[in-house]
């Protein structure tokens, strides 16, 4: 079964390159430009799996993902940032994140990130050892 994706992206050229990457491999249930939207559209479609950037408008990636595991959202969260920061990646996986992915990889590491999370694992970009 192909899980269900909703994907938080603010800057829309990144948010269609990673939609068409991604489209092929899952369900994708939509796209929003903001945190507040996140928190919505999240609300709305309980998707299995919300891949979002950490630096978002209105609320963070990160305090959206909170905010929504607070009220008892399941979905698993991935981020995808252009912040090649180990603390950072460390931060979101402490707060419940299940992913963390450079967008300078994500051509090559998002489908396989979203696959290992969707099957109960947690995944780390390897360019995180290389920061």
Excluded: C, W
Excluded at 2 to 16: G, N, Q, S, T, Y
Excluded at 30 to 44: C, E, I, N, P, W
Excluded at 58 to 86: C, N, P, W, Y
């Amino acid at each position: 079964m192909r899980p269900r994706v909703l994907l938080a992206e603010d800057h829309a050229i990144v948010a269609k390159t990673l939609s068409r990457l991604i489209e092929k491999a899952v369900d994708l249930l939509g796209t929003v430009s903001d945190g507040g939207q996140l928190v919505d559209r999240a609300r709305q479609v309980r998707p299995d799996i919300i891949v979002t950037d950490v630096n978002m408008p209105v609320v963070s990636g990160l305090d959206a993902m909170r905010q929504l595991k607070a009220e008892g959202m399941r979905a698993k969260f991935i981020f995808v940032t252009m912040h090649a920061d180990a603390q950072l990646a460390s931060e979101a996986l402490q707060a419940g994140a299940s992913g963390f992915v450079f967008k300078q990889t994500a051509g090559d590491e998002l489908i396989e990130a979203i696959q290992t999370v969707a099957e109960g694992g947690t995944y780390l970009t390897t360019a995180i050892l290389r920061s």
